[in-house]
């Protein structure tokens, strides 16, 4: 199975950057992977502060996707933003996720590069 990571386009080649465009899989904006992110964010951390950071990166996604069904507008770490739609049953909204400023910056400004096996 091929592996990829992302480089930002502007440290590449124009030869580099139309290859990479030929075999490069499009960026996904679907769900966080919080596991991915609490060790992306702790790479030297020991296991208990990698859980206790995934427990509150979670509650900070709940308190925003809360925030959202009463009415407000909130972000969670830029990387989604939580949007009241319309009014729902019991004076809450519906919430609409989009993607936050830092993953349109990663679809923007970054692409796929394979690496070699």
Do not use: H
Not at 48 to 68: C, G, N, Q, T, V
């Amino acid at each position: 199975m091929k592996k990829y990571r992302l480089i930002r386009k502007d440290t590449l080649t124009p030869e580099q950057l139309a290859a990479a465009r030929a075999v490069a899989p499009p960026i996904e904006l679907g769900d966080c992977d919080l596991d991915a992110l609490a060790d992306w964010l702790l790479p030297d951390g020991s296991r208990k502060a990698r859980k206790a950071l995934k427990e509150k990166l979670e509650d900070d996604m709940a308190a925003a996707l809360e925030s959202a069904m009463r009415g407000a507008r909130a972000s969670f770490m830029d990387i989604y933003e939580y949007v009241p739609t319309r009014p729902d049953i019991g004076g809450t909204f519906q919430v609409q996720r989009i993607p936050g400023p830092l993953l349109r910056e990663i679809q923007t400004n970054f692409i796929y590069v394979e690496i070699p096996p």
